[in-house]
């Protein structure tokens, strides 16, 4: 916020929101991520854009000083986006009255081939989108698009109204961030309320209370709807050939999860969800957008649960995909994602922060480069790639811990719901696919401490090799009768003992194995530098894995036990089953089962 420069303006559309997307998405297109909006990295570009609501809706008594700001940049990003795109997106410092209109999506039409080659990896989702959306005045029933951070999924949505040419309201529960603001952003948007000098910045209605809220909801969508027919009668009667917007009208509650965090009363996510049922209103459509899964919300309350929509993690494929799109010079970054993208992918598979580590890198990488449009042949890779090998471990600290931060909120909406339930683990386990929103590196954790408590800590040696992978060699060896006896008896012996405890040490020990396993393109070259950079002298990035372990263990995923009169340290044990950590190696692609101690 400290960042934002001095210059104010009034935006006069209602919903900010939808403004500053769609100058993230022309950005996007226009490849000018970083600095657009509030000159600052594309890792920090989703926060602050949500952020910009917070500004303009921020009620004057909350942050007088602060609201309504823009910086230059993105003033002067306003001013092109609409120019390049004949629409004006928002009416600065405009006066006009507002109408059913400043509902839209600004950014001019696009059309649905357009969206879908904008975002790969998501050409499913986008149709069943549209598909569930229907044609022009087409009911629906409630939405829940889901899936992890950067997901696309507020992107796409805006987007694809954007397309539909659709009126929508939309609020983000982070930005709104009680009840109060939430219901009466919601409002202002419905009653074409804007917030100025001349009203005091004052909302259009205040409302605290859920009943004040269904009543004066019900009230503003009945108007507005009412306004929409009007609208389309007249330009039915007039032959206009404007494009119609239709009679609905949509309301979509993004960032659900974070309603958790602070309703306490936990009133505000049953009323969302009863919204349907109890507004019986055929022309409101109602989207939830959320970080967590349909089964963090609801608990056989009685409402009609709405249709999901997973939007999957990426794939390492996906991810090349969206990052190559508007690069200059697409064979020199292909050639040089081939070397650096991978360890990143282990780390995190969000956009914004890959996107943001790697620009710096391809920097370094572009360096020795006099002409950047070259084509590389294979003896210039191998110097660029030496050029860039020094920098990659810092690199991968650096987004280390920025990805860690996320995933904390993910955890803690899946900490609290298993403190309440913990009996629902099993239940858990079974939709365990679309469960996974935690990150890479928590996830490599919990594989490690599943085989540190599965497997007895004398075979380590044999299961790892020096450079992390599985000793294939050692473990075909025929073995003796001796040792097979042996084998037997331990095997029974940890049977009957349940899972094992291990300390600190040979946890983090199995981690480092196991997320330096071959595959690492750098690791021909450099088989002493590891795939995440674990290496002993780094405190910064195992203080990042302590805090991701203790996350874990909060969560239950990992019992702590108390320290031991002995050692003196404090021993773990893995308390997941077999299932759910193969279904976690499978979303990493790790191979589980080679590295499992059986006879
Ligand atoms: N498939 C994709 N192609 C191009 N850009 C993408 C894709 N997916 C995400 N992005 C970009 O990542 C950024 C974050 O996207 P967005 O805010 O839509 O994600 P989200 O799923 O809503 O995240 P959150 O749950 O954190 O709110 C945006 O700049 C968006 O354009």
């Known amino acids: 916020m400290i960042r934002f420069g001095a210059i104010t303006i009034e935006c006069a559309n209602p919903n900010p929101t939808l403004f500053v997307h769609s100058l993230s998405f022309f950005s996007s297109l226009l490849n000018v991520r970083s600095g657009l909006c509030f000159s600052c990295d594309s890792a920090l570009k989703t926060t602050e854009v949500k952020d910009l609501q917070l500004l303009t809706y921020m009620d004057k008594d909350e942050s007088p000083q602060i609201a309504r700001r823009m910086t230059r940049s993105s003033a002067s990003a306003s001013s092109s986006a609409s120019t390049s795109n004949n629409v004006p997106v928002a009416k600065v410092n405009s006066l006009e009255p507002l109408t059913v209109n400043d509902l839209l999506v600004g950014g001019g039409t696009v059309s649905l081939d357009d969206i879908i080659s904008s975002f790969p990896g998501r050409n499913n989702q986008i149709l069943e989108l549209v ?66 000098a001349a009203n005091g910045y004052s909302n259009a209605k205040r409302c605290e ?42 309301l979509v509650f ?47 309350m009685g409402y009609v649960e709405p249709i999901p929509i997973y939007f999957p993690d990426y794939t390492e494929g996906d991810i090349r995909l969206i990052l190559l799109r508007n690069q200059a010079n697409q064979k020199l970054y292909s050639s040089f994602l081939d070397v650096a993208l991978r360890p990143f992918c282990r780390i995190t598979r969000q956009v914004g922060h890959l996107s943001a580590a790697l620009k710096p890198l391809y920097e370094k990488y572009c360096e020795p480069l006099s002409d950047k449009g070259v084509v590389p042949n294979e003896d210039m890779k191998r110097r660029l790639f030496s050029h860039i090998k020094p920098h990659i471990t810092s690199s991968l600290n650096e987004i280390f811990k920025v990805s860690s931060l996320p995933s904390t909120e993910v955890e803690t909406c899946k900490e609290k719901r298993w403190k309440a339930n913990p009996k629902r683990l099993g239940q858990l386990e079974e939709i365990g696919d679309l469960d996974f929103h935690m990150s890479t590196t928590a996830k490599y954790l919990l594989i490690s401490a599943f085989l540190a408590s599965r497997n007895p800590a004398t075979l380590d040696a044999s299961l790892f090799d020096s450079k992390g992978g599985s000793d294939n060699r050692k473990r075909k060896r025929k073995p003796s009768e001796k040792v097979l006896e042996k084998k037997e008896s331990l095997e029974e012996e940890l049977l009957m003992k349940g899972p094992g405890t291990f300390p600190l040490e040979r946890l983090l020990a199995i981690f480092q194995c196991i997320v330096s396993v071959a595959e690492d393109p750098s690791n021909d070259e450099e088989q002493n530098n ?34 031991c009169p002995i050692e003196g340290s404090n021993r773990y044990r893995s308390t997941i089953s077999e299932g759910l950590a193969l279904k976690v190696a499978r979303s990493l692609k790790f191979p589980l089962s080679k590295y499992l101690y059986r006879r």
């Open 131 to 196: 598909r569930l959306l229907g044609p022009l005045n087409s009911p629906m029933l409630p939405l829940f698009v889901y899936g992890g951070s950067s997901a696309g999924k507020t992107s796409i949505i805006l987007q694809l109204f954007r397309h539909l040419n659709r009126p929508l309201v939309y609020s983000s529960c982070r930005t709104c961030h009680n009840q109060r603001i939430l219901f009466e952003s919601i409002l202002n948007q419905l009653l074409l309320h804007r917030k100025s």
């Open 209 to 250: 209370r859920p009943s004040d809220f269904v009543n004066f909801l019900r009230e503003a969508l009945t108007n507005v709807i009412n306004n929409l027919k009007e609208k389309s009668d007249k330009l039915v009667s007039n032959k206009t050939i404007e494009k119609e917007i239709g009679n609905m009208i949509y």
């Open 530 to 563: 590891d795939g995440l950079g674990v290496q002993g002298g780094n405190g910064g990035l195992m203080s990042d894995v302590l805090l991701q372990l203790s996350s874990l263990c909060n969560a239950n995923f990992i019992f702590k036990g108390r320290s």
């Open 254 to 300: 993004d960032n659900l999860q974070l309603v958790k965090q602070w309703d306490k009363s936990s009133t505000v996510l049953p009323l969302l969800f009863n919204l349907y049922d109890m507004l019986k209103m055929p022309e409101v459509g109602l989207i939830f957008i959320s970080g967590t899964s349909p089964d963090t919300f609801y608990s056989n």
